[in-house]
Nanobody, 122 residues
Framework: QVQLVESGGGLVQAGASLRLSCAASGRTRSLYSMGWFRQAPGKEREFVAAINWGDRFLYYANSVKGRFTISGDNAKNTVYLQMNSLKPEDTAVYYC???????????????WGQGTQVIVSA
């Protein structure tokens, strides 16, 4: 099993930046991919960004390209999401996801974190 713990959410004004972190523990050696999803009130959970641990390939949703950057630290089993130029429509609960066999951008992850709230005021 793998446990994921997110941190770094908060309340910011439009145009500001935030950095989210997701630390994995447990059977982390088996992980193939980790990434971020978000769920706004009344909406379905959507993919945001992902990274493959092996080839370090990065994936982004079109809505965040050029503003968000995902990165990872293998030694710490941690992924980060640097969010710049935040917009009110980025307001959501952000979830970390991890998968043992597939890219999280293309599948429902095997493991989920508890989520961290991001609120962007206009």
């Amino acid at each position: 099993q793998v446990q994921l713990v997110e941190s770094g959410g908060g309340l910011v004004q439009a145009g500001a930046s935030l950095r989210l972190s997701c630390a994995a523990s447990g059977r982390t050696r088996s992980l193939y991919s980790m990434g971020w999803f978000r769920q706004a009130p009344g909406k379905e959970r959507e993919f945001v960004a992902a990274i493959n641990w092996g080839d370090r390939f990065l994936y982004y949703a079109n809505s965040v390209k050029g503003r968000f950057t995902i990165s990872g630290d293998n030694a710490k089993n941690t992924v980060y999401l640097q969010m710049n130029s935040l917009k009110p429509e980025d307001t959501a609960v952000y979830y970390c996801g991890a998968d043992d066999t597939s890219v999280v951008a293309t599948t429902t992850p095997d493991y989920w974190g508890q989520g961290t709230q991001v609120i962007v005021s206009a």
